[in-house]
């Protein structure tokens, strides 16, 4: 007997209904990470939608540590049955051998610290979801059942090898960089270097998915709301300068004030003019 449809040329069609939205401040999906990250001192927030009883849903939840968030890619239009993972080489692996957003049902399973209740609104830790997400779910995270540390991770597991060995390349900054990082540490707080170290050091070649490309001049590399331009000589790495993902004409619409870093990023222009061009190239 056929588990699918008697009409098999047609697609069963499921409906669900979100039980709440994340409130992270997280407006562009660069901001969430493609893990949580509980180094961070982050604060995130769970609000449920009223009227469903979903306060007497939550009696006994707050005894536990963790819970897993089922949720939706609700920024994603599309799949693709092979995609680029950010870590290892660039090279193309099975959507379903991956954590990746482009999936044929988008929906996203996330592990968070729980740091408390109040009411329908729950208070958690780190997450890499980005604002406004749609949450189907809360199912209690319990480390017998969920943790097998022991288990294989396929790709993932030589990932790990080869990112535990010394870094392969030196990276170094230009005089111009080097101000610039200095200027945005100081005066903003702003401080992607040791990023910049981390990706290059491992692998300074062009990658799509951690937004390193060639120019005519060199490589770019994309780092949140800013970029790098670098060059490669056998296995050292040259930043040769800084600059904003935005252009200035974006920064100056109206409503773009949200952008991540923005005031900072009109300071650069204004400091460094010329920034914004060969970044660009």
Known sequence: MSVFPENESSELALTLRPIGYIRTGKAVKFQAGHQ???????????????????????????GFDRIWLVWWFHR??????????????????????????????????????????????????????????PV????????????????????????DALEAAPPAFRVVGSALALEQAGWLRAGWGIDFWPKLE????????PHRTRRIRKTETGY??????????????????TVTGLGPAYPL??????????????????????????SELPLRA
């Open 36 to 62: 949580p990250d509980e180094r961070q001192d982050e604060d995130n927030v769970l609000e449920l939608l009223p009227g469903h009883n979903y306060e007497t849903a939550l009696a006994d939840l707050a």
């Open 198 to 205: 981390a990706i290059l050091g491992r692998d300074p070649t």
């Open 249 to 274: 004409r974006f920064l100056q619409r109206e409503n773009y004030e949200a952008v991540p870093d923005h005031d900072a990023q009109v300071a650069f222009l204004s400091r460094w003019p010329d």
């Open 76 to 133: 994603n239009e599309g799949w693709r049955p092979q995609v680029i993972p950010p870590r290892g080489p660039q090279r193309r692996r099975g959507v379903f051998a991956t954590r990746s957003p482009h999936r044929p049902s988008p929906l996203g399973l996330t592990p968070v610290l729980l740091r408390g209740i109040e009411g329908r609104v729950l208070r958690l830790g780190p997450c890499d979801l980005v604002e406004g997400t």
């Open 220 to 237: 770019a590399i994309g780092c949140g709301a800013w970029r790098a331009l670098f060059t490669v000589s056998e296995n050292m790495v």
């Open 136 to 159: 189907f779910d809360i199912k209690p995270y319990v480390p017998t059942y969920d943790s097998f540390p022991e288990a294989r991770a396929g790709w993932i597991d030589e990932v």
